[in-house]
């Protein structure tokens, strides 16, 4: 989603602070629900430890159930926190809360990933623009169509690597939110406009470990009821 300026350290931290739970704790109320078929999640939560007071963190499911891979990754979400479960709306500022499919992924160069991979060309656009019959779509740019969208070849390289989050991807409420992405961040005190983001290094790795038969999904914030 749309990346804007500075916002002070402490204010994402007062953000991260208002979710009232422990550390992945809502991924321990929600890995007993979440689909057998998934063997991969990506968790998005709040971490005091991290710069801005939220992280993510890798799951794999094996024999023993869901086991944590490799270190907490320091992440930024949208400049105006997580929205509750269904809260989400457009140009909001907020990151949806939810369990979401992982299915897609995207970037300026061929990479090695087993997702499916999109090398995103200049004429290529995300459309955020609600009055559209378009929206919360991949498409290429149409001459002189007015519409409110997202450039996706960006100048500032946030999108060289992502994935997306298959947030009202699929039955698409007008006006719901969209382009949700994981993608690299600009700095670790710099909000999004609703993705997450974190190094560009992490997002490549995350990218690397996707295996859409292991049926990946994104857990973030408060999911379950």
């Not at 990479?111 to 498409?139: C, G, H, Q």
């Not at 002189?144 to 009202?168: F, H, P, Q, T």
Request: contains cysteine; aromatic residues 8%.
């Amino acid at each position: 989603m749309k990346v804007r300026g500075f916002v002070p350290l402490l204010a994402l931290l007062l953000l991260a602070g208002c979710q009232h739970h422990q550390p992945w704790e809502a991924f321990e109320k929600c890995r007993g629900n979440l689909p057998e078929a998934s063997r991969q999640t990506v968790v998005v939560d709040r971490e005091e430890a991290a710069p801005s007071g939220m992280a993510i963190r890798l799951f794999e499911r094996g024999n023993d159930g869901w086991q944590p891979l490799g270190a907490v990754i320091p992440a930024v979400v949208g400049r105006n926190g997580l929205a509750p479960v269904g809260e989400k709306r457009e140009e909001d500022g907020r990151t949806p809360s939810g369990v979401f499919a992982l299915e897609r992924g995207f970037g300026y160069e061929p990479f090695a990933t087993k997702m499916p991979y999109i090398v995103l060309a200049p004429e290529m656009i995300w459309i955020d623009d609600a009055r559209s019959d378009r929206y919360n779509t991949l498409a290429e740019k149409r001459g002189g169509e007015g519409l409110s969208y997202e450039i996706m070849r960006r100048a500032d390289d946030l999108y060289k690597y992502g994935i997306v989050v298959e947030y009202n991807t699929r039955a698409i409420v007008q006006g719901a939110g969209s382009a949700i992405f994981f993608h690299i961040w600009r700095s670790p005190a710099t909000p999004t406009e609703g993705c997450i983001a974190a190094t560009e290094p992490d997002i490549a790795r995350m990218l690397r470990w996707l295996d859409p038969a292991q049926h990946p999904l994104a857990v973030i914030g408060d999911a379950c009821p």
